[in-house]
Structure formats: structure tokens, C-alpha cells
């Protein structure tokens, strides 16, 4: 298994520019997430879903889109970035919603965003 | 609303020596409580994670923690730390709500010298 995988590992977008972020794993995983990571805020949730078609939002949603058309994969879109958005994004998955099992999240490795 | 806090934002050892990672939650009810490793460019991952039973839990890398409920604390713990323990640590207490996603401390950095 490849495990939780997200493309580009670095990007840089000027202010206004949309793009996607790519997120998928290989688990068969229910549930996925996106967290944004700030110099000294820890991680910050902004979307999240509990299955194919199914998304909401979390702590920090302004800005950010995403769907879930299949169980791989949960892309996040930057509609029109702005330099607030800089940030490293971290997509995570979890086997199972029922019990304890939802909270043991895989990490995929992050994407480095800049917005200038 | 349920909080984490990790009062260090740094903490410095040495190789060989003992560490203690302080974590201090605040949860209506018993929490979940997780520990996660971050090593430089990578993402995160799981070190030990507690739902009920023995406070004391033992997780992956040699890493313990124990679940103080009068503390409200889980602190994390290692006899002996390595160079290749050098990493950004968060602590996490769940459930969250409906969304099912713990929320993260603001990590702790750890030095190792050698």
C-alpha cells in the first residue's frame, strides 16, 4: 500500500490563481480530512468526510473547497488564493467511523504552499 | 469545547538523558487522548493513543504516557532519548463534536544534543 499520497509537494501561486490539492489513499478508508499547519497553531481542521459524497466543514473552511466523488479520493481547491493560504496542508484518512479506530489518522507526507 | 494545551514550545536534552513532554487538555468528559510524532518534511504520525483502562500506555519508539485525570494531563515520556528523536510532538484529545477528528496542541520541538 501506498498509503495516504498528496501531490504537488510544493507550490507557488499568485494571489487570485485557484489550483487543486491532491489527496488519495489506498486503505479503503472512510474517512478523510484536511488540516492546514501554521507556525505555533498546531493543525487546524478545515474539511473533512465521512464517505464518498459526503463533506463538511471543519475550523478554517473560508476559501477552501473540496468533494469526495469516490472513497480514494478528497482534492482541496483554493477558489482565489490569497497570501493568508500559505501553509503546509496535511490530508489524513482513518480506517473505520464506528468505535476508536476513526481517530488513528495517516498522515499523507504534506504540500508546501506559498501565495504571493 | 474541548482544548489542548502544550505549555513548551521548545524543550532541549541530550542524548541518553530523560524526556517528559507536558500535554494538559481540558474535555467535559473522559477524553481520548493521542500523542503524534512529526519528523522534519513528513507528515504525522501515531505514537500511543489511550481510550479507557490502564492509564499508563505504551506506544511505538520506546515512547510512554501516562493519563492523569486529576491533572487533567498525558504527559509523554522516554527513559532514554536518540538523536533520531528529534522531531515536532502534538498531543490531541478527541472526540471533536461530530467531525470525529481529535484537536491538536500546538506542539512541542524537540532538541536532542549529543
Known amino acids: 500500500n501506498a498509503g495516504v499520497t498528496q501531490t504537488p509537494k510544493f507550490q507557488v501561486l499568485k494571489t487570485g490563481q485557484s489550483m487543486t490539492l491532491q489527496c488519495a489513499q489506498d486503505m479503503n478508508h472512510e474517512y478523510m480530512s484536511w488540516y492546514r499547519q501554521d507556525p505555533g497553531m498546531g493543525l487546524r481542521l478545515i474539511h473533512y468526510s465521512v464517505g464518498a459524497g459526503i463533506t463538511d466543514q471543519g475550523e478554517v473552511p473560508n476559501g477552501y473547497n473540496v468533494s469526495r466523488s469516490t472513497t480514494e479520493d478528497f482534492p482541496l481547491r483554493l477558489l482565489s488564493a490569497a497570501p493568508s493560504q500559505t501553509s503546509v496542508y496535511f490530508c489524513a484518512s482513518s480506517p473505520t467511523l464506528s468505535g476508536t479506530s476513526v481517530y488513528e489518522q495517516f498522515f499523507g507526507p504534506g504540500t508546501r504552499l506559498t501565495v504571493l | 469545547a474541548q482544548s489542548v494545551t502544550q505549555p513548551d514550545i521548545h524543550i532541549t536534552v541530550s542524548e541518553g538523558a530523560s524526556l517528559e513532554l507536558r500535554c494538559n487538555y481540558s474535555y467535559g468528559a473522559t477524553p481520548y487522548l493521542f500523542w503524534y510524532v512529526q519528523s522534519p518534511g513528513q507528515g504525522l504520525q501515531l505514537l500511543l493513543k489511550?481510550?479507557?483502562?490502564?492509564?499508563l500506555v505504551q506506544g511505538i519508539k520506546g515512547f510512554e504516557a501516562e493519563f492523569k485525570r486529576s491533572q487533567s494531563s498525558f504527559n509523554l515520556r522516554k527513559p532514554s532519548v536518540h538523536w533520531s528523536d528529534a522531531a515536532e510532538y502534538f498531543c490531541?484529545?478527541?472526540?471533536?463534536?461530530?467531525?470525529?477528528?481529535?484537536?491538536f496542541g500546538r506542539g512541542t520541538s524537540l532538541i536532542v544534543h549529543p
Open positions: 490531541a484529545v478527541g472526540p471533536s463534536g461530530g467531525s470525529y477528528i481529535p484537536t
Open positions: 489511550y481510550f479507557s483502562g490502564d492509564t
